[in-house]
């Protein structure tokens, strides 16, 4: 399996969990990103994503890599869901294995923020009253920093 | 072939020739193109040529400095060349997460 | 159930992660720590932690309240497992749900820093010769910064 | 009743009256006393006077500053005082996680 992946079913956490396990391993940080109800004080009913696959894979393993090389990592694999999703669903998950806590949360923080700004997936909001809009978004950098 | 006869039927002044390359939309630019892909014909010889000629044909709105171009699953800079069978993709700001 | 709990049981973390579901919610920080094989050079076997249970609980339930006072979370919960650790076995998971994506990994890494520092529960180390030592641990502050 | 005559037979001079606790002890303390738990009957008045008087009897090695008192399951002063039927932890360095 890819370290980075995209996928239009439900991310199984638990699969992905099971994946961080390493017996040098002593924290492992998680993120989820889940679809809230709420966006600047408007109510969401749902979300629809669309992503470039294989460019959003691509960008998504050059990100682990790069934090593999900042960090002294054991373990770092991340996936986004595309389509059509509920409130609650998973949108994204990140998972970070290290031998001590601190890399762990700060790499985790750091390849979200990442994937955020540089991963070519776009958000489509439904609002409560049914009218859509695409998420404001970030203009992707041409050249990260390593 | 007809394709061909349609391309050339369509000279462009100043061009180094007309190429067919494949263009994907996403999220903005697949709503106002209506389309998820196509096959287009072109005498641009950059990007920037590709996205203003499709931008001036379409009608899409998003200006270049929101846009990054992407050439065969790489991002490029607005002056990157392209080439006849290459896949171009201009990435509206990106909002994963 | 407890915000907080210690347990003599494997941590079900798919049930905690449950626990962190809210409407709201944007972002899940969770840090699991877990026995891993090594301490300070020295190959590790397994793990027995004593838990002094009801201040424990207390303890970790009042560091949760803290963490809801300083961030604007929605859920905020923690586990401790007490006897017995296999490497790979959880021996803490914090997990923390909030709107937003910066406040759960501040307020989990936070958690997770003050549950080592006060929480009464003792961890000692078996290595791979048979010879046991309690790890070195923290002095309890009385009056934890609130 | 022969736990009171017990007691009452130990007098310790300069005290205001001889009590019981119950003393819990946890990691390095419980090792060195070999025992998870037991009832004290003392005349210290106080956390710390307890302490040293378990520590003299016992040969508990953990100096005062490396502990912290819990009296009825809330951390305290070394100076708080104690009083019969409490429950008294000397709480070794923690490590959690």
Same mark, same amino acid.
């Given at each position: ?25 002593? @924290? $492992?940080?998680?993120? +989820? @990103? ?19 696959? %294989? ?6 393993? +050059?990100? $682990? ?7 002294? $990592? ?15 669903e998973a949108a994204v998950w ?8 601190? +890399?762990?949360?700060? #790499?985790? #923080? ?9 991963? %070519?997936?776009?958000?489509r909001e439904t609002y409560a009253?049914?009218?859509? #809009? ?9 050249? %990260?920093?390593? | ?25 996403? *999220? ?9 892909? &196509? ?16 931008? *001036? ?6 200006? &270049? ?7 065969? &699953?790489?991002?490029v800079r607005w002056d990157a ?17």
């Amino acid at each position: 399996m890819d370290d980075f992946a995209l996928t239009n079913q439900s991310i199984d956490v638990v699969a992905w969990r099971r994946r961080l396990d390493h017996p040098q391993a002593g @924290g $492992l940080a998680i993120f +989820e @990103g889940v679809v809230r109800n709420h966006h600047q004080g408007r109510a969401v009913r749902h979300l629809d994503y669309q992503g470039y696959a %294989p460019l959003a894979v691509r960008t998504g393993s +050059e990100i $682990l890599a790069t934090a593999r090389g900042r960090w002294p $990592l054991l373990v770092a694999l991340g996936c986004h869901r595309i389509g059509h999703l509920d409130i609650g669903e998973a949108a994204v998950w990140i998972g970070v294995a290290s031998a001590h806590r601190a +890399e762990a949360f700060a #790499a985790c #923080a750091w390849i979200m923020d990442e994937v955020k700004a540089r991963v %070519p997936v776009w958000k489509r909001e439904t609002y409560a009253d049914g009218s859509v #809009a695409w998420a404001q978004g970030s203009v992707v950098r041409l050249d %990260p920093p390593g | 072939m007809a394709a061909l006869d349609i391309v050339f039927a369509m000279p462009v002044p100043g061009s180094s020739g007309v190429i067919q390359l494949t263009v994907l939309y996403f *999220a903005h630019l697949r709503d106002q193109r209506g389309l998820d892909s &196509e096959i287009v014909s072109t005498t641009a010889a950059d990007a920037q040529s590709l996205y203003r000629e499709l931008a *001036a044909r379409h009608g899409l709105s998003l200006p &270049e400095k929101s846009l990054i171009v992407a050439i065969n &699953e790489v991002m490029v800079r607005w002056d990157a060349p392209v080439h006849a069978g290459d896949t171009v993709v201009f990435l509206p700001p990106v909002s994963g997460g």
